[in-house]
Structure formats: structure tokens, C-alpha cells
């Protein structure tokens, strides 16, 4: 939360989502597996016709939001150079049924650069690539009032006389937020200035020795400042230096096995100065071994894979902590009919806590919330099964999952105390259970037309009498249909979050919504320019919505009506 999410899906080649065994080669703490998204900052190939690149430029009517991205390559013999840059700036968002037309603190001005170069041959490529990011955003659904809050023993004091005051009335209409201000950055919201350097490195070397099939590295560093600003002022500076990479060879088959070997190593050196630095100056090491093996054997692909990690992490004044957390993993999928397939997943996951968990001490003002780490947190243990229904021939195709997590030592914030929306929180370890399902399935109605059902549900609960877990997200289930003719494209999309009940101690019902966006698109062929002009509206129906997997839940709507009009270009 502290964080503007940034990142532009024009610039991506790809998003890989990786379950079951697959996601350890990653980490261990992934529930229901991982994402790596595949950018293109450094090439791996030199374009065919000496250059290639695509451009967007949008604006949008909820929040003002302008935004451009430009990614270009160009190469010739063995050199191929990537530029990327993007800009976006936003003021507040408009907001329905809430206190103040929009919400204060929800803007945001970011632009990000990256430079990147290869060396690329008949047998892999060698390259690297700088990236810079500025940013100035704010953080919304904060009140002043609670800059004083802090703990007595289990209790929040926030002056007054309000030592464990709770407000039971969580109502979103009737509390007073503090928003001012509609449209400009005169703002009563703290606001965060953030500037990040990362200098990327990667490499792949093909064939090197007899019996390995490829050789990839990826290596890192990254030096990331931001600053809160209250009132114009520098409250708190946090900045964050750290390295990160990983080799991993993959061999060719050996008695029927292909897999992959590799070794992931970072550091973290994180600190904080000023008025609200809640958590100590740290150091976080962390050193990883895997192996993914896969086999096939009849209408069966087997897969498994292990993961040993060495953690340590150190404060300053505060012990220092060390952890060895073991995954393993294994999957079946049966190939039981053309089309169709079925499988089960079995896991062991272990998690190390973060620095944060274990040494966290102050008020936290992006999550409204006053953070207590544990020293004493030891590893987190998942025991998992997934079954797998999926159909990918025909003029229906789709996938529905169920799965169960059984956690031994389960980390969480907790929260011991509320003080209107401010809590007290501390880091704890309890069993506990997840257990959910989600699906997806596609009927093609004709060449031209589609339409879609999905949904997904999860529970979380502490084991024995403990109750729910915090900020679970609420159910969801939704339609969609999709059609082209010609040049034209588009699809209207209906979800309706339901009401969540399931709450913790301290948590409030979060009302359900329904959701409704649309796309349309035209695209336009010059030549060797391919463009698109698009139209996408969200939240059609202008409802007043809240995430509930959210620190801000109650104080932080979801954006209102919005209607974003743009191009893009592929060249």
C-alpha cells in the first residue's frame, strides 16, 4: 500500500502465471502460485526489419488521468538498443455516494525511462538495461489525528483521553474524511515523492557444455528512495538498496527427465528517518537453491520441484533472525480424452517472515495502522492440494480449480485494538485454513462472438476458535461477452462482488457492488503502422465500491465512472 502501482501492459511480451511446482522456482510463499511479468528492457533478439516499437497516449475522465508510454528497438548486426519511457498524471478520483465528490490523496504523477542494450549471438545474447522512475503521489483514506496514536501494552492510546476507544459505527457515509480539495494538489493527504534507479543484467548462453541445454542470468540493483511529505514538509525517508539475481541451467533429457537447476541470491539494506520510521534500520539476506524436473509417461505430465532457502535478517538494537525455509512440490496431469485434461497438485511451502513482520515498531501511515513486529516469528508451513478441471479444444474451453491450504504458523496482521479507522496491529503466527475455488469457461457462439462465466470464492479462518482471518477477499462471479467484425473489436463485462460477512475481529461487513465495463475498438492499418483507437468505460454504473482485502477498506473507495479514450500504435 505504501506504493503507486506502476507498470504499462503495452510494454510487457507476455505475462506468465506459474502454479503448482513451477512457482517454486521463484519462492515458497506464493499462494496459488506466482506472476512474472516479461518485459522487453533489454532484447534478446535483433528486429527483422532494423526496428520495432509501439506508442499510446490516453485520457481519462474520472480522475483527469493523461497518460503516454513509447517503447522502441533498433538493431543491426549483433547490437540491438531497447528506449522505453512513460508519463502519467492524474488528480484526484471522482468518488459516488461519499463524503467529498472525490477522494483526497488519490492522485498521482509518475514517469519512468529505461535504457537497454544487447549483444546478441547465434548461441544467446549478453545485455543490460537502466531503468529511473519518479513519482509523486498521495496517500488516501489518512487522518492527521492519528499521527499520535500509539500502543498501551495491547491498547491504542490517540490522546484525548481515547485509550482503547473503538467507533463501532464504520458507516461510509457519515464519518468526516477531512477532503478539501477537488482537482488540484493543495492537499491535506500526506503525499509520498518517490525516485527509483535499477540497473538490470541478463544473459542467456545456449549449448554451453554437453548435456546442458541452456544457461540464463538475471542480476540486479536496485536504489529506491521515497519521501512523506505532510503538509510540504519531509516527515519520514525510507530508502531501500539492494541486489538481486539467479542463474539456472536447464538440461536436455536424461532417462525421460528435462528440468532445471538454479541458485537466486539477494540483499536488502532498508532504512528509515524521520518522524514516522516504523521499523528499524534492516538488513535482509536471502539465498536460494531449486530443481524443477518434469516426465512424461503415457497421458500423464509429472512434475516436481524443491527449494531450499537461507534467510537472515538484522536490525539495528534488535536480534538478529535466521530461518531455513524447505518447499517441495508435485503434479499430475492426466491427458484422459484430446481436450481434456485433469490434475492434482501437492505442496510443502515454507515461508520466511519479512523484515517488516519481525521488526516493525510505529504508525505506518499508508495502512493507517500502527505496526508491531515479532523477533521470535518463526517460518510459515503450507500443506496444499489443487484439483484441476481444464478443456482447451472445441467450441467450449475453460478451467475450474478447487484447492485447500492448511498453514502451520501462519503469519498475519493481527489487530488488537481500533480506534476509529486507525488500528493497532501486530504480527502473529496462528494455524489456519484457505480454501476456495475459481473458474473460468468460454463458449464460442460463432467466429465472430464469445461469451464468458467466471467466478472465484476463498475462506480464510484460524484454526479452533480463532475465527476469520483479516481482509479475505469477497466473492465474485461475472459474465462477459466479446465480439469482432472487421475492424471493430469490443466486450461488456458484468461482475458482481458480493457482500463479505466472513470478517475478523475489528472488521466491518463490506457491502457488495456490481460492476459493469465495456471496450470498444477500431483499428486502423497504414502500412507498416498498425493502430487502434479505443474507447473503455469502467464502473458504468457509478457504484459506491470497497475492497475489502484492503487496509483502507473503509477509507478508500474504489474509483468511480470512468471513461478512458486513447491510441495506441504497433510499428
Not at 519520514?236 to 542463474?247: A, L, Q, S
Request: net charge negative; aromatic share 10%.
Amino acid at each position: 500500500p505504501d506504493h503507486a502501482v506502476s507498470g504499462e501492459p503495452l510494454l510487457l511480451e507476455g505475462v506468465e502465471i506459474l502454479r503448482g511446482p513451477a512457482a517454486l522456482l521463484y519462492g515458497g510463499g506464493a499462494i496459488g502460485g506466482a506472476v512474472n511479468l516479461l518485459d522487453k528492457k533489454i532484447p534478446t533478439r535483433v528486429p527483422a526489419n532494423g526496428g520495432e516499437g509501439v506508442a499510446e497516449y490516453r485520457r481519462g475522465s474520472v480522475d483527469n488521468e493523461e497518460a503516454g508510454v513509447v517503447g522502441m528497438t533498433v538493431g543491426a548486426g549483433n547490437f540491438a538498443v531497447r528506449v522505453e519511457a512513460a508519463a502519467r498524471k492524474s488528480d484526484d478520483y471522482k468518488v459516488p455516494g461519499w463524503d467529498e465528490p472525490r477522494l483526497d490523496g488519490s492522485y498521482n504523477e509518475t514517469s519512468t525511462a529505461t535504457l537497454g542494450a544487447s549483444w546478441i549471438g547465434s548461441r544467446g545474447y549478453l545485455g543490460a538495461a537502466y531503468t529511473e522512475q519518479t513519482s509523486r503521489y498521495g496517500l488516501a483514506g489518512h487522518s492527521h489525528e492519528y499521527e499520535g496514536c500509539h500502543p498501551h501494552g495491547d491498547h491504542l492510546h490517540c490522546g484525548g483521553g481515547h485509550d482503547h476507544g473503538h467507533d463501532d459505527d464504520h458507516g461510509h457515509g457519515d464519518d468526516d474524511h477531512g477532503h478539501e480539495h477537488e482537482g488540484d494538489h493543495d492537499h491535506a493527504a500526506p503525499e509520498v515523492r518517490l525516485k527509483s534507479r535499477r540497473v538490470d543484467l541478463r544473459g542467456e548462453l545456449r549449448d554451453p557444455l554437453p548435456g546442458i541445454e541452456n544457461v540464463r542470468l538475471r542480476a540486479g540493483y536496485t536504489d529506491y528512495e521515497h519521501s512523506e511529505l505532510e503538509e510540504g514538509v519531509v516527515s519520514t525517508t525510507f530508502t531501500n538498496k539492494g541486489y538481486d539475481g539467479r542463474i539456472e541451467a536447464q538440461h536436455r533429457e536424461i532417462a525421460g527427465f528435462k528440468g532445471v537447476v538454479g541458485l537466486q541470491l539477494s540483499k536488502s539494506d532498508f532504512a528509515a528517518v524521520g518522524e514516522e520510521s516504523f521499523l528499524a534500520p534492516s538488513t535482509t539476506k536471502n539465498t536460494g537453491l531449486f530443481v524443477m524436473e518434469e516426465y512424461e509417461i503415457g497421458l500423464w505430465h509429472l512434475e516436481g520441484a524443491l527449494r531450499q532457502e537461507w534467510q537472515e535478517a538484522s536490525a539495528i538494537g534488535l536480534p538478529d533472525v535466521e530461518h531455513k525455509p524447505f518447499s517441495i512440490s508435485g503434479s499430475a496431469v492426466w491427458h484422459f480424452t484430446p481436450g481434456w485434461s485433469g490434475a492434482v497438485s501437492l505442496s510443502r511451502s515454507q515461508r520466511a517472515p519479512s523484515a517488516q513482520e519481525l521488526y516493525a515498531d510505529g504508525v505506518h501511515l499508508a495502512t493507517n495502522t500502527y505496526e508491531i513486529g515479532d523477533a521470535a516469528l518463526d517460518v510459515e508451513t503450507a500443506n496444499s492440494i489443487e484439483l484441476t478441471l481444464r478443456k482447451t479444444e472445441g467450441p467450449l474451453t475453460g478451467s475450474v480449480s478447487a484447492y485447500h491450504y492448511v498453514y502451520d504458523d501462519y503469519i498475519f496482521a493481527r489487530t488488537l485494538d481500533q480506534y476509529e479507522d486507525f488500528r493497532l496491529i501486530r504480527y502473529s503466527q496462528a494455524d489456519a485454513t484457505f480454501t476456495g475455488i475459481e473458474g473460468e469457461l468460454t463458449q464460442q457462439f460463432a467466429p465472430w462472438l464469445s461469451g464468458t462465466v467466471f467466478g472465484d470464492y476463498v475462506q480464510g479462518e484460524l484454526k479452533g476458535d480463532g475465527g476469520n482471518l483479516p481482509r479475505i477477499p469477497a466473492a465474485r462471479a461475472g459474465v462477459r461477452l466479446a465480439a469482432f467484425q472487421g475492424p471493430w473489436s469490443g466486450d461488456v463485462e458484468y461482475s458482481r462482488t458480493f457482500k463479505q460477512t466472513d470478517i475478523a475481529a475489528f472488521e466491518t461487513e463490506t457491502p457488495g457492488y456490481d460492476m459493469v465495463n465495456a471496450t470498444v475498438a477500431y483499428d486502423v492499418d497504414l502500412g507498416p503502422v498498425r493502430s487502434q483507437i479505443f474507447l473503455r468505460g469502467t464502473n458504468l454504473l457509478d457504484e459506491t465500491a470497497f475492497n475489502h482485502a484492503s487496509f483502507l477498506a473503509e477509507t478508500a473507495p474504489l474509483r468511480g465512472r470512468n471513461l478512458t479514450v486513447g491510441v495506441r500504435a504497433r510499428f
